[in-house]
Structures are given as C-alpha cells and as structure tokens.
C-alpha cells in the first residue's frame, strides 16, 4: 500500500478493475470517523479478510461471514462498516449489470459530478458525499 494519505486505496495505473474501485470504495467507508491511520495499519489484514475485495465473493458474504469477521484480529471489527462493505459489493454487481462495468457507469455521468456524487450516495452505505467525493478524485486521478 502506498504511504499517500489523499488516496492510499487505488493503485496509480489505467484500467483500474471493478475491484480495484471497489477496495478505494471500502477504504473510505473503513476510514469514516476512525480516520485513515488505523486503517492503513490494518489494510492487509482487511484486504485478506474481504477476499482482497473480489466484488462477486464479497457480495455473496451473509450473518455467518459478519460474525467472523467480528473475531477477526487485526482488523477493524466495526459491524456498520462490515455490513456496508457487503451491500456496497452488492451495490456493485447491480451496477455491473446494468453498465457492463463501474467505469461504464461512472462515465454514464458525462462529468456531471454533482449528480454521479447523489446518485451514489443513493446506492452506498456507511459513506457519505464528502467521502464519495474524495473517492471520485482518487479514482478519476488513477484511471485517466
């Protein structure tokens, strides 16, 4: 993981994957009030126990995976956040769906940030605007 504390989520390369977009998305739903320290602490460990953040196995997660994961040391046993990251996985194979891919999605926008930021804030849980926000930048930074 990088040391950059603006978007230490997204690895700097085009073609960023669904799952690339879906661990920057999980990093700042992890980092909300708890700050981006003790995540970046904890990443690995995170990243292992969310499947390296693999859309299809993270959304398949049910009551039984939460309770472990709740055991899990050495990552942030945060039940809100927990279950956000497993309905935001969801949230994505919906989007995949419908745009053949989030990056389809996301330029379904035109540049019209204002209205992708609402509209995701729609979809997502446990992240709110200014997070979305800083996640688009990241992610529009990486994959240009």
């Known amino acids: 993981m990088a040391d950059d504390t603006i978007c230490p989520f ?3 390369k085009a073609g960023v994957t669904d799952d690339e977009y879906f661990e920057a998305l999980s990093g700042e739903v992890f980092r909300v009030i708890i700050g981006i320290k003790p995540v970046i602490a904890r990443w690995r460990n995170i990243k292992r126990a969310f499947e390296n953040f693999s859309v299809e ?3 398949k997660f049910n009551d039984v995976d939460v309770e472990r994961l709740m055991l899990e040391t050495g990552i942030i ?3 809100k956040k927990i279950w956000a990251t ?5 949230e994505f194979l919906k989007i995949r769906r419908q745009y053949g891919s989030f990056w389809s999605y996301l330029e379904s926008f035109g540049g019209a940030i204002d209205s992708l930021v609402a509209d995701l804030d729609d979809r997502l849980h446990y992240v709110g605007a200014p997070s979305i926000r800083r996640f688009l930048n990241c992610v529009s930074q990486k994959a240009a």
């Open 86 to 90: 497993i309905q935001n996985a969801r």
């Open 57 to 59: 196995k993270v959304a």
């Open 10 to 12: 997204v690895k700097a």
């Open 77 to 79: 046993r945060n039940r």
